[in-house]
C-alpha cells in the first residue's frame, strides 16, 4: 500500500475522495486579455486583472464534482505530479469534511450515513469495520487512553466487530487495520462524523447518551432529516426560527417565534409528525398569531411516499397567512435581531391563501427533481408592528399587486447544497391554468466550494433569472443591493430602468449576480476572507446582460471557521467609494 492510500484512509469521507479524483487540477489564468471595463475594477482592487477571470474559471466546478471524471497522470510516487495529487486529495477531503459541517439543518438533505455503522442498545455501543482480506483490525479511542481492543472477525457478516459500555457525552475513536503490506490507522468510512485532533489526528466522532427516546440514531440522522427538509421547503423560502422542547421518535413540536413589521411580534407551534414505514405519511403543520395585526397564520404539507424505499413524494401543501418574496440571502435570527434592534426589517410581506401540488423525487442523493402546480390569492399587508430598541419608524412594507396567481413549476437540482447546479421555472397565466398574472419565469443557480490549498477555499455563486414572456408581479420582480447580494450598496438600489414605456413601480424582469470569497483558515476556528459582489437588476426583460451595467464591490472579512458570525468591510467600485463595515450572523450564500 503505497504512502498516498494510507493517508486516504484517514481522509474523513474516503469513498468520497475516491470518487471525486476528477480533473479539477491547479488553477490557470484565462487564455483572453480582460476588457477595459474589467481592468479598471481590477485597478481599483489594486489586484491584477486575472482576478475576476476566476469566476468564469469556476462555473464548471460542479459538474466536475457531479459526474466528469477524467483520467489522471501517472501515479508514480516520486513524480512531481503525485506529490501535487497527494495534496489535492488531501485538500478535497478537507473541504467535503468543511461541507459536512457547514450545511444548515434545513438543508441537510443530502447527508447520507450507511445503514449498519454501528448501534446502541442498553448503553452499549456495537462498532463494525468492513472486511477486505486484513489480518487484523482493533479499536483505539480517547476513552481508552488510546490503547488498543481487538476486534472479533464475524465471517457471516464480513465485518470486524466489538461491543462496548461507553458513558454519555462525546467521544473520539479510530480503527488499527493490518494486511500483509502493514498496519495503517483509518477513520471509520460509514461514519461521516469526523475532525482532526492537533495531538492525534484524524478521528470519528460519536456522541452518546439520551437515546432512549430514539430507538434509532441513525434513522433520525439520514432518512429523517430529509423529510424534515422537505417538510420545511417552500419555494426557496427559509422557514422562521424554531424551538424543539419536545422530540420522540415520531415527531415533534416546536414553538415558533418571531417579530417582523407588519403581524409585530409572532407566536405559533409547528407540530411534524415523520414516517416510520415506506407508505406511512409524514406531515408538518403551522399555526401561528400575530399580535400586533390581529390575525392568525395556518399552514399544512404532506408527503405520501410512492415508490417502497425510494424518496419519491406526492407532496401537497396548503397555507393562509402571512409570507414574504424570497428575495434576500440575509437569516431569520439576524432578520429578527435586526427588526428588534435597529428597527430594519429586511423582507417584503403579503398575504398569501392557497395550495400546491407537485411529485418529488430526491433518489440518488445528488438528484432532487419536482415538477407541480399551485393556485394562490395574494393580498398586500402593512405596518402594525411600532416597537423597537432604535427610535423611528419602520420602513414601509413594499405594495403589491393583488389577485390570483395559478402556475405550473418544475425545479432540477443537481449535486450537494455547497456544490450543485439548480434550474427552476414556472408559467402563469390564463392560456396555462388562468388566473390574474400571466409571465414565463427561468432561473438558473450555481453553488460551488473549491478546495484551493490546504485550509484554503473558492466559494462561488451565479444565479441568473429572466421573464420570457408577459409582465412579472410586483412581489416576483427582482431587487439587487445590500445584504444578500451585492454588499456595499444601498439596499434594493440597484435596477437599470426600461428605456422606453412605462415604468413599474419597482424592481426588475431579469436579473444578474455574482458573489465570490476566497477564504483562508488562520487558526482552527478562524478564516480571513477575500470578497467579491457584483450585480445588477433590469427593468426590461429584453434587454442585455451587458456586463457593463453591473454595479461591483470588494472587501475582507474575519470570522468563524463554520460562518456563525462574520465581520466583512466592502469598497463600491463604481466610483463612489462607499465603505461600509457588515456584521452577519450567518452565511452570506
Known amino acids: 500500500m503505497t504512502a498516498k492510500e494510507k493517508r486516504t484512509r484517514l481522509d474523513p469521507c474516503p469513498q468520497r475522495v475516491r470518487a471525486l479524483r476528477m480533473g479539477v487540477r491547479n488553477p490557470r489564468p484565462g487564455s ?17 486583472s486575472p482576478f475576476a477571470l476566476v469566476l468564469l474559471c469556476s462555473l464548471g466546478a460542479p459538474p466536475a464534482l457531479a459526474v466528469t471524471p477524467v483520467p489522471t497522470p501517472s501515479e508514480d510516487t516520486g513524480s512531481w505530479w503525485a506529490r ?12 467535503w469534511a468543511r461541507e459536512d459541517r457547514d450545511i444548515d439543518s434545513s438543508e441537510d438533505e443530502d447527508r447520507e450515513r450507511d445503514a449498519d455503522w454501528l448501534r446502541e442498545e442498553g448503553g452499549v455501543v456495537h462498532f463494525r469495520y468492513a472486511d477486505e482480506g486484513y489480518a487484523a483490525v482493533q479499536l483505539t479511542g480517547d476513552w481508552l487512553d488510546w490503547q488498543r481492543l481487538p476486534m472479533e472477525f464475524l465471517a457471516e457478516e464480513q465485518c470486524w466487530a466489538i461491543s462496548l459500555a461507553l458513558e454519555p457525552g462525546r467521544h473520539h475513536y479510530r480503527f488499527i487495520v493490518r494486511d500483509e503490506e502493514g498496519e495503517w490507522e483509518a477513520i471509520d468510512p460509514a461514519n461521516a462524523e469526523a475532525r482532526r485532533l492537533d495531538e492525534s489526528g484524524w478521528v470519528s466522532v460519536i456522541v452518546t ?6 430507538e434509532d440514531w441513525r434513522e433520525d440522522n439520514a432518512a429523517w432529516r430529509r423529510l424534515r427538509a422537505e417538510l420545511a421547503r417552500e419555494g426557496g423560502a427559509p422557514t422562521f426560527p424554531s424551538w424543539d422542547p419536545d422530540s420522540d421518535r415520531n415527531g415533534s413540536l416546536g414553538v415558533e417565534i418571531d417579530y417582523q413589521r407588519v403581524d409585530g411580534f409572532v407566536l405559533g407551534l409547528v407540530p411534524r409528525r415523520l414516517a416510520e414505514s415506506d407508505f406511512e405519511l409524514s406531515a408538518q403543520g403551522l399555526i401561528a398569531y400575530g399580535f400586533e395585526s390581529g390575525r392568525w ?15 419519491v413524494w406526492l407532496k401537497l401543501q396548503g397555507a393562509s397567512g ?16 435586526a427588526v428588534a434592534l435597529l428597527r430594519e426589517d429586511y423582507r417584503d410581506y403579503f398575504r398569501r391563501q392557497g395550495a400546491a401540488a407537485s411529485l418529488v423525487a430526491a433518489a440518488p442523493e445528488w438528484l432532487r427533481v419536482e415538477a407541480g402546480l399551485r393556485s394562490e390569492d395574494h393580498e398586500a399587508m402593512r405596518n402594525t408592528a411600532t416597537w423597537s430598541v432604535h427610535s423611528g419608524r419602520f420602513r414601509p412594507n413594499l405594495p403589491i399587486e393583488e389577485g390570483t396567481l395559478r402556475s405550473v413549476f418544475a425545479s432540477l437540482r443537481l449535486g450537494t447544497p455547497l456544490n450543485h447546479v439548480a434550474l427552476a421555472w414556472e408559467r402563469a397565466g390564463e392560456d396555462v391554468i388562468g388566473g390574474d398574472f400571466g409571465y414565463s419565469l427561468a432561473e438558473v443557480l450555481l453553488r460551488s466550494r473549491v478546495p484551493v490549498a490546504e485550509a484554503q477555499h473558492l466559494d462561488l455563486r451565479v444565479r441568473a433569472a429572466s421573464n420570457l414572456r408577459g409582465a412579472l408581479p410586483l412581489q416576483r420582480r427582482f431587487l439587487l443591493g445590500g445584504l444578500g447580494s451585492v454588499r456595499g450598496y444601498d439596499y434594493q438600489s440597484l435596477l437599470v430602468t426600461h428605456p422606453a414605456g412605462p ?28 470578497l467579491y459582489d457584483a450585480g445588477m437588476a433590469w427593468a426590461d426583460q429584453d434587454a442585455e446582460f451587458a456586463l457593463g451595467d453591473l454595479k461591483d464591490s470588494a472587501g475582507l472579512g474575519l470570522g468563524s471557521a463554520d460562518a456563525g458570525l462574520r465581520l466583512n468591510i466592502l469598497r463600491t467600485l463604481d466610483g463612489s467609494d462607499e465603505t461600509v463595515l457588515e456584521l452577519r450572523l450567518e452565511r452570506a450564500f
Do not use: C, K
Open 503 to 530: 415604468q413599474a413601480l419597482y424592481g426588475g424582469e431579469r436579473m444578474l449576480l455574482a458573489n465570490l470569497e476566497y477564504g483562508v483558515g488562520l487558526f482552527e476556528e478562524l478564516e480571513l476572507f477575500a
Open 322 to 337: 402571512t409570507t414574504y418574496a424570497p428575495r434576500t440571502g440575509i437569516g431569520d435570527e439576524e432578520n429578527l435581531l
Open 84 to 95: 501535487v495529487q497527494d495534496d489535492w486529495d488531501e485538500a478535497w477531503a478537507r473541504a
Open 32 to 48: 483572453a486579455a480582460m476588457t477595459s471595463h474589467w481592468t479598471r475594477r481590477a485597478a481599483a482592487l489594486a489586484l491584477p
Open 209 to 214: 447518551g439520551g437515546w432512549d427516546e430514539r
Open 297 to 311: 397564520s395556518a399552514g399544512l404539507t404532506v408527503l405520501q411516499p410512492l415508490v417502497p424505499g425510494q424518496r
